[in-house]
């Protein structure tokens, strides 16, 4: 179909990563635009000198400007300079770059640091690993890319659910737990799960499932009918933080106390419910209150301790997320095509450096992963988390940094020590830093 400009039905929109909401992301299509910080011009210390162990992959033309001004050199298409293909970045977000939604003091300079603005004009590629939830990872994108004053795109990003894509295949009908209002629908179905029900539609359905709980208005209009005689859920999944724990407890336990999921049909022997799985373990994690919160590893927890005392049998549960090493390499398989797509690197880094906050999970997987990885996974705890002074964490990691900027600061000037410790590179890297001084 072509409209009266010619341009057809669907036109291109430019969307920026400020200022997109979730409605832009569902009409498409859409161009993602980088933040104009992002298109200026990155530190000009880049080291040509360095290019046998630092690739370059971004040229950038030289212009002359239309006035009389002196010759200029334009701003860079894209920022990134001089691209290092030697190491890597893993984030994790919660009490690393944000605490309670807002960004940690340091976290933005942090991010400028390794997208150039840093001594050598390098950019470090990165990607996201949390176990956070409960948005797609397209809407989460967006607010990280408000929040931290950079252009973070999908293919950089791992939320707790994001493994959960894989299992709609195997499952059809599914109960999906927690997040704000009816939000994991969303997401769940887009992962490609065909028949979504929420807590809302069976409380909608038989409104005595919890007798504590009433549906404010929204959630109502947001939810929907189900059969109950004829429903059969072949798994449950909690993708994000249960808002409501008694109702949600009791909504998990008559399903897992069913046959097979049918839910008009009670076991006797209550060992013939589907599965449970959740999105991750953290039994605590870092919000704006001045100590940790309890989070879903709290919830998995409660939910055996209740099912075992009220039907005196052991409750399976399986959680992703770190420190599963599953996502380990998910996490790995992510960097890589991030790497190529974005830096057209092929090799995988030798060292990645993991940046978390919380030893149960980020050090613990970083850790063990680094023992089956041929990649070195160099983790680094910050203290700006679930960190308390004067305990010793129960997973101790190879170093612990003040925040995040010190964190990747440390890490690139480990890599800077090892072309200096390479031999023929180190005067250049001399001349590099004096030229700096100058
Ligand atoms: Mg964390």
Known sequence: MTTADGLGAQRVRRLSSLNADRA?????????????????????????????????????????????????IATPLTPPMVTSADFAFVFDIDGVLLRGGKPIPEAVQAMKYINGENPWG?????????????????????????????????GQFICGHTPMREMAERYNTVL??????????????????????????????????????????????????????????EAVFVFADSRDWAGDQQIIMDTLMT?????????????????????????????????SRIGMGALKTSLEAVYKAVTGKDLNTFAFGKPQMGTFQFATRLLQEWRQKSHD???????????????ES???????????SDIDWYSILVKTGVWQEGTIPRYPPRKICDNVYDAIKFAVEREQQKLINHGDTLANIKINQSELKN
């Open 24 to 72: 832009d992301l569902y009409r498409g299509p859409n161009v993602i635009v980088p933040p104009k910080h992002l298109m200026t011009t990155n530190c000009s210390g880049n080291s040509s000198s360095n290019n046998r162990l630092i690739m370059n992959n971004q040229p950038f033309d030289e212009v002359t400007s239309s006035g009389e001004e002196t010759p200029q």
């Open 259 to 291: 046959v097979e999921g049918k839910l008009n049909k009670r076991s006797e022997v209550y060992n013939e419910g589907p599965p449970c799985f959740f999105s991750h373990n953290d039994l605590i994690w870092s919000t704006s209150h001045d100590y």
């Open 176 to 233: 999906v737990v927690g997040g704000e209002g009816e939000k994991c629908r969303i997401v769940a179905e887009e992962y490609g799960f065909k028949n979504v029900i929420t807590p809302g539609d069976i409380i909608k359905t038989k409104q005595d499932t919890t007798p504590f709980r009433k549906l404010t208005e929204e959630e109502y209009k947001n939810s929907r009918f189900v059969d109950l005689e004829n429903t059969q859920i």
């Open 362 to 372: 980020d050090i613990r997987g970083t850790n063990e992963f680094n023992k089956q």
């Open 345 to 359: 690197i092929a090799d995988p880094p030798s060292t990645v450096y993991f940046i978390g906050d919380t030893p």
């Open 122 to 154: 390098v950019t470090v590629p990165y990607v996201f690993l949390t176990n956070g939830g409960g948005k797609t990872e397209a809407e989460r994108c967006l607010d990280l890319s408000r929040q931290l004053e950079l252009d973070v795109h999908p």
